[in-house]
């Protein structure tokens, strides 16, 4: 099999949604990969360069209360998130300030999704500081979460509006608005 075959295979399995919720296999054990908060991944301390084996490793991805694995029907190996599994890495931001601002999002796993209710925004403190500082996050599918980058909290800030208190902000984004304490 030639490696853009390969790839091929790849990316169109990266095309399909699990059914997560329907696997339940036991624990294998606990796998030495580690999501770190910038959403690098690693595999025994050596960062994982290649994207699209990211990306399908993404997709069988699970979160269980505070744990995290990676699931096939058979197998459940448990890996450590330092932070948040994903990053948000770009985002789109149409009908700027008005009431049909829409705000779409892509993660550094290539996942693509609009700030909404299904999507929501909200903001949290970085779980491996030491301190208060809070940075918005995004539901992005099934209990995972997309912390933003730098980037993107620098361009989310731009269509922030007033909200009720000194720290609450508003965003408005495809007919929704949600408050952020930051």
């Given at each position: 099999?030639?490696?853009?075959?390969?790839?091929?295979?790849?990316?169109?399995?990266?095309?399909?949604?699990?059914?997560?919720?329907?696997?339940?296999?036991?624990?294998?054990?606990?796998?030495?990969?580690?999501?770190?908060?910038?959403?690098?991944?690693?595999?025994?301390?050596?960062?994982?360069?290649?994207?699209?084996?990211?990306?399908?490793?993404?997709?069988?991805?699970?979160?269980?209360?505070?744990?995290?694995?990676?699931?096939?029907?058979?197998e459940k190996w448990r890996i450590q998130v330092e932070d948040l599994p994903f990053m948000?890495?770009?985002?789109?931001?149409?009908?700027?300030?008005s009431k049909e601002q829409l705000i779409k999002a892509r993660t550094n796993v290539g996942?693509?999704?609009?700030?909404?209710?299904?999507?929501?925004?909200?903001?949290?403190?970085?779980?491996?500081?030491?301190?208060?500082?809070?940075?918005?996050?995004?539901?992005?599918?099934?209990?995972?979460?997309?912390?933003?980058?730098?980037?993107?909290?620098?361009?989310?800030?731009e269509v922030l509006q007033p909200g009720a208190d000194a720290e609450a902000y508003k965003?408005?984004?495809?007919?929704?608005?949600?408050?952020?304490?930051?």
């Amino acid at each position: 099999m030639s490696a853009e075959s390969f790839y091929q295979q790849i990316e169109s399995v990266n095309q399909t949604a699990r059914p997560l919720e329907a696997w339940n296999p036991p624990l294998s054990g606990d796998m030495n990969c580690q999501i770190k908060r910038d959403g690098s991944w690693h595999i025994d301390g050596s960062p994982i360069t290649n994207v699209k084996l990211i990306r399908l490793f993404s997709t069988v991805l699970k979160k269980e209360k505070d744990e995290y694995f990676l699931l096939t029907p058979v197998e459940k190996w448990r890996i450590q998130v330092e932070d948040l599994p994903f990053m948000v890495v770009e985002l789109d931001i149409e009908h700027k300030n008005s009431k049909e601002q829409l705000i779409k999002a892509r993660t550094n796993v290539g996942d693509r999704v609009t700030i909404d209710q299904s999507h929501p925004l909200s903001s949290s403190p970085i779980k491996a500081l030491n301190n208060d500082q809070v940075i918005p996050i995004l539901f992005i599918r099934a209990q995972l979460e997309a912390r933003f980058n730098r980037t993107c909290f620098i361009e989310l800030a731009e269509v922030l509006q007033p909200g009720a208190d000194a720290e609450a902000y508003k965003v408005i984004s495809a007919g929704t608005e949600f408050t952020l304490n930051l």
